[in-house]
């Protein structure tokens, strides 16, 4: 079943939107568009489909995702109230006990749709490469159980041709979207749709823009 993100351009890309239950990378390097993305597939949830979002945050305050999405004039304090979407703040190393608090505050407020942004930190956080695998493996599988439609974000080093910082969170999940910035062009930012677990997806490079509504995306 597929579930629409709400984004204006994208779902039509993706045979009408995300599949249920899956979980998706949105990926790129700094100042790309994640967090807006993020943000807006959430918003979107909770005000046109009724379905409940929670935000993890690793890098950001509550306050500071408000101030910025303010220019949307996305409600996101009336939201919280009503109980249709949170966000938390957590630190990097409390991705051992992140599932637990996933599970307790989505069955809370039934939610149906998640945010964690990013994973990057929890790979800075821990070196070990085998155990950040192990670790994000755990949490994705705990997500997936839920059924929940998630997000992940990720991101790309400059200069790095990856698709993370250490190449790991692109092979858990079921789609990865990247996002580029151009700077040039006369889109300044692009989206490319690098896999998509049982949709036939756009392959082509489309260019977005932030508007004053959000993120919108272009047909080539």
């Known amino acids: 079943m597929k579930v629409p993100t709400g984004i204006p351009g994208l779902d039509g890309l993706i045979e009408g939107g995300f599949e249920e239950g899956t979980i998706t990378l949105v990926t790129g390097g700094t100042g790309t568009g994640k967090s807006i993305f993020s943000t807006q597939f959430i918003y979107n949830g909770a005000v046109q489909y009724n379905q409940n979002g929670i935000y993890i945050t690793t890098e950001e305050t509550a306050k500071n995702i408000k101030k910025q999405t ?5 409600d996101i304090d009336t939201l919280e109230s009503e109980g249709a979407m949170k966000i938390i ?21 039934n939610a149906k749709r998640i945010v964690i942004d990013s ?3 929890f790979e800075m956080y821990i070196h070990d490469p ?19 439609l998630c997000i992940v974000t990720a991101e790309i080093p400059e200069e790095s041709k990856g698709l993370s910082r250490f190449g790991v969170i692109e092979f858990m ?4 979207i990247l996002l580029k910035y151009l700077g040039i062009a006369k889109y300044k930012r692009s989206l490319t749709i690098r896999k998509m677990r049982m949709t036939d997806h756009s392959s082509d490079i489309h260019p977005f823009e932030i508007t004053p509504a959000g993120i919108e995306v272009y047909s080539v």
Request: aromatic share 10%.
């Open 119 to 121: 994973v990057s930190m």
């Open 89 to 109: 703040e957590i630190e990097p190393f409390d991705i051992e006990t992140l599932s637990e608090k996933i599970m307790e505050i989505a069955g809370t407020m």
């Open 70 to 74: 303010a220019k949307f004039r996305w």
């Open 130 to 148: 085998f155990k950040i695998r192990k670790t994000l493996f755990k949490m994705l599988q705990r997500i997936r159980e839920m059924n929940m």
């Open 173 to 176: 999940v079921d789609s990865v």
